[in-house]
Each structure stands twice: as structure tokens, then as C-alpha cells.
């Protein structure tokens, strides 16, 4: 089956810890993107990446890094830096972000709480 | 800034009704608009994509319309179901400030379809 997979589905993060949300991809799509979802906030992108080893951020990238060393991985690291992470983290990918009109297609979520 | 809004927030019909959920857009300069649907604790799932020069796409009992010069789009549902009870998204695909669109997405809040038999 062709889609895209987050791991883990929950996650709990202490107080200063670094935690790492995997995503991956099998549909040979060039586009990543990583969003953050919130109750009654709808969802913002953190950060996006067109092609492998390249990566822009969104409009919320403060306390979170990526990578992009495979086109089929772009997983996220939230930091101690981010000051409130528990939220419902979505990645979605699209065939290729420069053409318009590529539709994009998510992943089923990872739900991270701080404890 | 693009800002999208959806009204209403939350929807309750019986079965069988025909429903609209409407998705407005502050700036009309667009690529493209895209509707999902949502279940609760699960990600999006797409459900329509409408690019800008487009008037409308269908699938199924679902239709969706786009008018750019008024910064609106509607989600036509006909003959509701139990089954469509979700969290419905519009979303616009948007320019980058040098004229390029990188498949960024901004998104409304949703409206929350309640579907009662």
C-alpha cells in the first residue's frame, strides 16, 4: 500500500527533553511537510522541504528542527526551545511543491503531550 | 497574510438533508483550494482540489465551487449521512512573497459536521 506513516501515534516528553516524530513516504513524492495542529487553531506549518537535503521553514519553525537526508523520510525534532509542543503533529506529502495544483496527502497523526 | 475562514463552526442535520459548509480567503491570488475531511484523533483526508481556474470539481455526492474574485468556496453535500459526521478543512495553496507557491498550505479551523439519524 502506497501512503505516508508517522510514528509514533502518542508520545509523552518530559520537561527539556528532545523527542524525534518520524514520517515516511512510499509514494516517490518529492514535497514534505510538517504541521502542528491545535484545538480551535486549526493547523500551521512548521517546516517544508522541496527535495532531499533541502528544507524551508514554515510559519512556526521556532523550537523545532528537520532533516531531509532520503526523499521518503522528514522527520521532526521538537527541542526543549519550544515552550508549549503538546499538540497533534500531521506530515503530509505532495508529488512536487514548485508545480501548482499538487494535491497534498497526510499522514494519520502523531499526538505529543507533555508530562 | 491569507487568512481563511469557515463558517459555520459547527453544523447538526438529520440524515437525508442537503448541506453547504462555506470557506472564505483574504487575498485572491491563489493556486489552488483544497477541502478535507477530518475524524477525530485521525489526519486529513482529501477530498476535493480545485485549482484557480477552475469553477467547481465533483466526486460523488460531494460538490465544490470556487469563485476567486469573491474570496469564497462552498462544500456541497447531498443526501448527508450518518457516516459524513467529521471535521471538514478548507485550505488554500498560496504564493510565496517572490511570486512562487511551494505547496504551502494555509488552513480555516473547520467546521464540525454532525450528521443525527
Known amino acids: 500500500d502506497g501512503g505516508i506513516t508517522q510514528s509514533p501515534k502518542y508520545l509523552f516528553r518530559k520537561e527539556g527533553q528532545n523527542v524525534t516524530l518520524s514520517c515516511e513516504q512510499n509514494?516517490?513524492?518529492?514535497?514534505m511537510y510538517w504541521y502542528r495542529q491545535d484545538p480551535g487553531q486549526g493547523l500551521r506549518l512548521i517546516y517544508y522541504s522541496q527535495i532531499v537535503n533541502d528544507f524551508q521553514k514554515g510559519d512556526i519553525a521556532e523550537g523545532y528542527s528537520v532533516s531531509r537526508e532520503k526523499k521518503e523520510s522528514f522527520p521532526l525534532t521538537v527541542t526543549s526551545a519550544q515552550k508549549n509542543p503538546t499538540a497533534f503533529y500531521l506530515c503530509a506529502s505532495s508529488i512536487n511543491g514548485w508545480v501548482a495544483g499538487n494535491e497534498q496527502f497526510f499522514g494519520p497523526g502523531t499526538r505529543l503531550t507533555v508530562l | 497574510k491569507q487568512e481563511v475562514t469557515q463558517i459555520p463552526a459547527a453544523l447538526s442535520v438529520p440524515e437525508g438533508e442537503n448541506l453547504v459548509l462555506n470557506c472564505s480567503f483574504t487575498d485572491s491570488a491563489i493556486y489552488n483550494l483544497q477541502w478535507f475531511r477530518q475524524d477525530p484523533g485521525k489526519g486529513l483526508t482529501s477530498l476535493l482540489l480545485i485549482q484557480s481556474s477552475q469553477r467547481e470539481q465533483t466526486s460523488g455526492r460531494l460538490n465544490a465551487s470556487l469563485d476567486k474574485s469573491s474570496g469564497r468556496s462552498t462544500l456541497y453535500i447531498a443526501a448527508s449521512q450518518p457516516g459524513d459526521s467529521a471535521t471538514y478543512l478548507c485550505?488554500?495553496?498560496?504564493?510565496?512573497?517572490?511570486?512562487?507557491?511551494?505547496?504551502?498550505?494555509?488552513f480555516g479551523q473547520g467546521t464540525i459536521l454532525t450528521v443525527h439519524p
Open positions: 509514494l516517490n513524492h518529492d514535497a
Open positions: 485550505a488554500v495553496n498560496v504564493w510565496d512573497a517572490g511570486g512562487t507557491s511551494y505547496g504551502k498550505l494555509t
